[in-house]
């Protein structure tokens, strides 16, 4: 027989018991559901883990500090150790295997003034060719600095709502149009010398980020290069004493950043910097252990979708069973008439396929409905459980996503347990004396 008359045949055959099919097919639903919708949580939950470490900075980017910490065997912290950032380091380190980029990081703290509004502001200066191998975030206005221009300013995206009058008596933030606005900067360090004109910097050459809702929105960015110009102009307005303890604190830096080729190489030159002696520290310290955390949950979620898949394949296997049973006679006239063997048992594989198939794509149906549902209504519950308080940014976070495998994946799983089930029965349909069968009654 060809397969689309057996096809037919099957489908006649479970449309006789419709509501036994309808409740054998519920079962598979609920298995596949229950597939879709644990894995998905589960690989939301990881995107999530991701996003959130992102969000404090890449996961390629690796940053030397001054101050490296002391941990003892149990890991409690003892005491930190300051470490020596100079240009000396940077060369090593630009010798590493897999570094694409290493910059010097000089931080500083400086007041920005907009009229009768003022703002402070953390610089951070970096090698101007190292901002695009960092990944820093577009621009919604301005450029970044250039070996063409090294003099713009690049400030986050949340720097210009911070201007305050502080005359004021309560703390009121206003919004400077840095692009219109006259705006200044100035170093505060130390004080300005006797007969010396303060420094102040008109700022003229202004860039601003996109938002990020990570560090990048509260700081400013500088080329390093022109920086230390404009800070060695400011130590000229300081008396000698100063000016010796302001260029000093130019000379070393507050970090080194260094980005690898590779999520992958990360570790490993982390390890390589500490054989040299020094403590890094990289976002991949932190999303390894959630990761290894986010697969022992999808794998405890997997496996409660696997048992109601279990449970789906025993009713089907029932449900053939008491199939066979009542169909007894028809099975030996089929054999009467000439039906081989193994079209009868494909024609009940083939309805265990069916039932498979069928509660596979309306499991397939549900689960996006419900993923849908869990983004739209379940930002609340999942927030609080995936950031510990409601001050998590979740309009744009999605708790369950379905890569387009998984359904793939359960319409396979359901089709193959359709047949699985289905195997022995058909098995014992071959195996029914065409006599015997003739004198059922039925």
């Known amino acids: 027989m060809r397969i689309s008359d057996l096809f037919k045949m099957g489908l006649r055959n479970l449309s006789r018991r419709k509501a036994r099919t309808v409740l054998t ?12 919708i644990m894995r998905s949580i589960g690989y939301g939950m990881e995107n999530n883990f991701e996003s959130q470490v992102m969000q404090q900075g890449g996961l390629t980017t690796i940053t030397v500090n001054t101050y490296a910490d002391i941990i003892d065997d149990e890991g409690k912290w003892l005491d930190s150790k300051e470490q020596k950032l100079d240009d000396n380091l940077v060369k090593q380190i630009r010798l590493i295997e897999h ?10 703290s400086a007041a920005v003034y907009s009229g009768k509004y003022t703002s402070w502001v953390n610089i951070t200066a970096m090698e101007m060719d190292t901002f695009e191998a960092f990944d820093f975030p577009s621009l919604v206005y301005g450029n970044y600095p250039s070996f063409e221009d090294s003099t713009p300013i690049v400030f986050g995206s949340d ?26 900067l100035k170093f505060q360090d130390f004080p300005v010398a006797a007969k010396k004109k303060e420094f102040s910097l008109p700022m003229k050459n202004i860039a601003k980020m996109e938002k990020t809702n990570g560090e990048f929105d509260w700081n400013t960015y500088m080329d390093i290069k022109y920086f230390k110009e404009i800070y060695r102009k400011y130590c000229n307005t300081l008396s000698l004493e100063d000016r010796k303890k302001a260029l000093r604190t130019i000379e070393e830096y507050q970090q080194i950043k260094l980005n690898v080729d590779n999520i992958d190489n990360v570790i490993a030159v982390q390890d390589a910097i500490e054989q040299m002696g020094f403590q890094s520290f990289s976002m991949m310290q932190y999303l390894k252990p959630l990761q290894e955390a986010s697969k022992t949950l999808q794998m405890v979620l997997g496996a409660l979708g696997a048992v109601a898949m279990v449970v789906s394949a025993i009713s089907i296997a029932n449900t053939m069973v008491m199939s066979i049973y009542e169909r007894t006679k028809e099975i030996g006239i089929m054999k009467v008439l000439g039906c081989i063997v193994t079209d009868i048992r494909k024609l009940f594989l083939l309805e265990a396929a069916i039932i498979g198939l069928f509660g596979g794509i309306m499991g397939i149906i549900l689960g996006y409905i419900s993923s849908w549902g869990i983004n739209k209504f379940g930002a609340p519950v999942f927030g609080a459980l995936m950031s510990g308080n409601y001050m998590y940014d979740m309009a744009n976070t999605k708790f369950s996503i379905i890569p387009i495998y998984l359904p793939l994946a359960a319409l396979a799983i359901s089709v193959a347990v359709g047949l699985v089930s289905g195997y022995f029965p058909a098995r014992r349909a071959t195996k029914i004396s065409a006599i015997e069968a003739m004198k059922t009654e039925g």
């Open 25 to 36: 097919v519920l079962g598979v639903v609920i298995g596949s559901l229950s597939i879709i």
């Open 99 to 108: 570094v694409k980029a290493v910059s010097p990081v000089i931080q500083k």
């Open 159 to 184: 720097t210009p709502n911070e201007f305050y009058d502080p005359n004021s008596r309560g703390y009121n933030p206003v919004q400077v149009d840095m692009q219109k606005d006259k705006v200044v």
